[in-house]
Structures are given as C-alpha cells and as structure tokens.
C-alpha cells in the first residue's frame, strides 16, 4: 500500500519542488509599498502574490533604483519592481500592478505657484531615483535643465530636506511622505504645513523581466489573483496607510 502511494505523494509535491525561483529587486524602505528587511508591504505582497501563482518563487534582493536597473542589465537579477518601460532598461515588463499617486510637494509658507511641471524648473527639487526617466518626457526635460534637480536613494532624506528647507520641492508618493514623518520629527519640524502641487497623473508600475516567457506567466499571475479577490484583500491589508 505505501508502495502504491509512493509515486502519487512524488506528484503531489514535484510541482513545489521544482518551483523555479526568481532573483527579483526591490527599492529600498518605502512604507507602505515596501518595508525593507521584514519582507512585506503594499507592493511586495501583490508582486509576491502574483509570481506565487505563477508558480515561481521569490528571491528578494534589495538596492536603491540605480543599483537594480544595473543589475538587471548585468543579469544579477531576474526581474525588478517598481519599472516601467520609460525607465531607459531594456527589459520584458509586465502589465502594471500598482499605481503610485506622485505629488510635488513644498512648505506652505514659502507661498510658491507652481502650476505646470515646467515651473519646478525655477526651484531646487529633490526626487526619487530614475524619476527623471519614470515621470514622463516632460519632467526629464525639466530635471536635464535644472541644476538644482537631485535624486535620493532614500525617501527619508526627502523628508529632511523639505522640512528644514533645504529643498524648494520634494517628488513623491504622499503615504511615502507621511510615514517618514515621526522617523524625522526630533529632527525637523513636520507640523509645519504643506502645500500638494497635482501635477502628475498616477504613475503605472511593473515588474521588468530579463525573460519575456518570466513576464508572461508574471501577467497570468497578476490576472489570477485580481480574479480570485486575493489583490483586493492585500489592498485592504494596507488601507490604513491610504
């Protein structure tokens, strides 16, 4: 009898076994999409959920944004997160999974106007790594223009920098923002109000892949579980942070 099961039991779990496992880059520490080193967050579960059910395993790797894309050039990493294909890296990228909501952001009593992308070219501004290329043609314009413009590896770094008025303008996702808040508050002063500039439509991101046969069943995956209700339950997992 336990002859007989031998080869169903060698079945059953051949297909856990096997799982191929994915060398896949993350950014560093951005609450709520990515909390670095405790392997969760909005983000890394959705993509975490969607190579699950594509039968991969994961291999968390995380670096700053320059760091991933040129290790995805080099082969270091199968896939990447947080990409598009405006990044300026070849790559196979997936349909997106996430959208981020990027502001411009600047301390209210500066009183500043800034109505168009163009404008932050009259400012110092602080933004997230690759922003130049991710943000459209008309913000890397801008950024290739200004010689104030910067990128920072950390968001933290934004929010020094914008609350002690080192900066004019800082780029980024507002729950990024608010999170960073308490971290830097015997800092700097974060109850000092702020000033939202809506100058971006939210930015799509996917998943940039050496393998085009690794996105496609990335994109079955993402479908699979938008289909089953597991993405909505990882979205209300992190409701709070909205």
Aim: hydrophobic share 40%.
């Amino acid at each position: 009898m336990y002859l007989r099961a031998w080869p169903l039991l060698c079945l059953l779990l051949a297909p856990v076994a096997m799982a191929e496992t994915l060398r896949i880059g993350f950014g560093t520490h951005k609450p709520p999409y990515v909390f670095e080193g405790e392997n969760r967050g909005l983000e890394f579960d959705i993509v975490a959920a969607a190579l699950r059910a594509a039968g991969y395993q994961m291999e968390v790797r995380h670096a700053p944004m320059e760091r991933l894309h040129l290790a995805l050039r080099r082969g270091e990493l199968d896939g990447i997160a947080t990409t598009n294909p405006h990044s300026g890296i070849e790559a196979h990228y997936s349909a997106p999974y996430i959208e981020y909501h990027n502001v411009a952001v600047a301390l209210t009593s500066r009183g500043y106007r800034i109505d168009s992308i163009a404008d932050l070219g009259r400012f110092s501004v602080s933004s997230f790594q690759r922003s130049r290329f991710l943000l459209g043609s008309e913000f890397q314009a801008m950024a290739a223009s200004n010689p104030r413009y910067r990128e920072e590896a950390q968001q933290i770094n934004r929010n020094r920098l914008l609350y002690s008025g080192r900066v004019d303008v800082v780029i980024g996702d507002p729950r990024i923002l608010r999170y960073f808040n308490p971290e830097v508050a015997d800092q700097v002063d974060t109850g000092q109000p702020l000033t939202l500039y809506m100058l971006f439509p939210p930015t799509p991101y996917s998943v940039g892949f050496r393998q085009p046969l690794q996105r496609d069943r990335f994109d079955q995956g993402l479908q699979a579980i938008r289909a089953s209700g597991e993405y909505l339950q990882i979205e209300r997992h992190y409701a709070d942070y909205y």
